[in-house]
T-cell receptor, first 112, second 114 residues
Framework: SQQGEEDPQALSIQEGENATMNCSYK?????LQWYRQNSGRGLVHLIL?????REKHSGRLRVTLDTSKKSSSLLITASRAADTASYFCATDAGQAGTALIFGKGTTLSVSS | DAGVIQSPRHEVTEMGQEVTLRCKPI?????LFWYRQTMMRGLELLIY????????DSGMPEDRFSAKMPNASFSTLKIQPSEPRDSAVYFC????????????FGPGTRLTVL
């Protein structure tokens, strides 16, 4: 069963705009991760945020985590056409050493 | 580092045939995961190994699916007999920390069962 659910399912923006994707999950977690998948490729890890962190930055990426609401958001600032991809959140369901559970993803299209 | 290696990249087969997918994880990673991705169901975990031992195979759809990891550098996912509904992209991923850390994905095998 899906632990994380991304919202929206699809997002279309213009280059230079910001893109925000949300993820909700069901159980307690140790960490939450975001991955990107370009068309026809494998997933690539973007960022990991631990349950005791509220915000994390990596380049143009900003991730927030609200454990009380069981939700996270991924913000991509000043988007580029190369950011066009699907974005997935993944959680560990609160058990160390177990597998990640992935949501169904948000498909982002950035047009120039 | 070559990353996670999967073969073949594409496989087209006929219903009833045996299909074997292969994966070489990143050296030093002791977790290996097999996923299946379809439009309808998204990314599903099939099975994962820790130190070559299967830990959770609850995602394996049925007995037609089997996975092995005979050593730390090689794993196979076998489907016998294959069915059209098995058509999907199958990913292998490896990690040094299980759910606690980053997973590294291979490029995937696109399987088409006619």
């Amino acid at each position: 069963s899906q632990q994380g659910e991304e919202d929206p399912q699809a997002l279309s923006i213009q280059e230079g705009e910001n893109a925000t994707m949300n993820c909700s999950y069901k159980t307690s977690i140790n960490n939450l991760q975001w991955y990107r998948q370009n068309s026809g490729r494998g997933l690539v890890h973007l960022i990991l945020i631990r349950s005791n962190e509220r915000e994390k930055h990596s380049g143009r990426l900003r991730v927030t985590l609200d454990t009380s609401k069981k939700s996270s958001s991924l913000l991509i600032t000043a988007s580029r056409a190369a950011d066009t991809a699907s974005y997935f959140c993944a959680t560990d369901a609160g058990q160390a050493g177990t597998a990640l559970i992935f949501g169904k993803g948000t498909t982002l299209s950035v047009s120039s | 580092d070559a990353g996670v290696i999967q073969s073949p990249r594409h496989e087209v087969t006929e219903m009833g045939q045996e299909v074997t997918l292969r994966c070489k994880p990143i050296s030093g990673h002791d977790y290996l995961f097999w996923y299946r991705q379809t439009m309808m169901r998204g990314l599903e975990l099939l099975i994962y190994f820790n130190n070559n031992v299967p830990i959770d195979d609850s995602g394996m759809p049925e007995d037609r699916f089997s996975a092995k990891m005979p050593n730390a550098s090689f794993s196979t996912l076998k489907i016998q007999p294959s069915e059209p509904r098995d058509s999907a992209v199958y990913f292998c991923a490896s990690s040094s920390m299980g759910g606690a850390g980053e997973q590294f994905f291979g490029p995937g095998t696109r399987l088409t069962v006619l």
